[in-house]
């Protein structure tokens, strides 16, 4: 029974969600061909049409420089986020020097950030990484050592009482903790690596790449093609979260009381 009713209530939030989108087109359709906001609405029609009149070549060439940029400064924040946060957890006292270090990257706007970061690294793409990894330290180092700190103290006294140390502990109990925490703050570093990569791509404006191809198609007043990059920006972005999602629902499956079978 319980199993029937998770399943119905999946097709309930499916189903709730396909008529969301569909509500959202129509709405697009009727701004578009109403010529809401002084036109610069296009017509779902228009976005397709402009995406086949410059073809597939043409995106596959500029978001592929963009994905390339966006998923190296998604490793590298990532990485450096994870380690920091295992840093807090085994030497403590750097743990305000840390959550202030969090705090800053998330705070200060990737516009100022950008023109030291751009006089520091000779290399615009450097520059583009650097300001995507920045994007996704702060969700991640938090999440992750929040679920570093979420195992119960009784499983610590365990891993204590047979001779183990905080290494232990990090590796037997608050690794295994902290899947959860961490994949779901990754889920969200996913997109936010994109929307900074296409930011620093706005800024440095590389030769190729759905920033400049963006500034471009807005310089040459064509709006449709403006909303066809920003779509496609969004939709890359939604696939790095389901990817992320997809892991994280076979990984952490435990976490939710489900058996895992086979």
């Known amino acids: ?3 029937i009713s998770a399943s119905r209530a999946g097709a309930d939030r499916w189903a709730a969600g396909a008529i969301g989108i569909v509500g959202l087109i129509l709405l697009w359709w009727m701004a578009g061909a109403l010529q809401w906001f002084h036109g610069t609405i296009p017509t779902p029609w228009a976005v397709c049409t402009a995406i086949g009149d410059k073809g597939s070549a043409f995106y596959v060439d ?3 420089a963009t994905i390339s940029l966006a998923l190296r400064g998604f490793l590298w924040g990532n990485a450096l986020a994870i380690a920091l946060a295992v840093l807090v ?3 403590p006292p750097v743990e305000g020097l840390a959550t202030q270090l969090a705090i ?3 705070c200060t706007p990737i516009i100022a950030v950008a023109p030291i970061v751009q006089v520091a690294f000779a290399q615009v793409q450097t520059m583009i990484v650097f300001l995507a990894a920045i994007s996704v330290f702060f969700t991640t180092m938090i999440g992750t050592l929040s679920g570093l700190r979420s195992p119960h ?3 610590l006294d365990l891993v204590r009482v047979y001779g183990g140390g905080r290494l232990v502990q990090l590796w037997r109990v608050r690794s295994v903790a902290a899947l959860p925490n961490t994949l779901a703050a990754i889920k969200i570093a996913a997109p936010a690596a994109v929307l900074g990569a296409v930011l620093g791509e706005f800024l440095a404006m590389p030769e190729q790449g759905a920033g400049p191809a963006m500034i471009i198609a807005q310089q040459a007043g064509d709006i449709p093609q403006v909303w066809a990059i920003a779509l496609l920006a969004g939709l890359v972005a939604g696939i790095g979260y389901a990817i992320v999602a997809v892991v994280a629902r076979f990984v952490t499956r435990w976490s939710t009381g489900l058996a895992v079978l086979g």
């Open 1 to 3: 029974m319980a199993s």
């Open 62 to 64: 500029n978001f592929s």
């Open 89 to 91: 957890i085994v030497v």
């Open 104 to 106: 800053i990257s998330y």
């Open 153 to 155: 103290k009784g499983s």
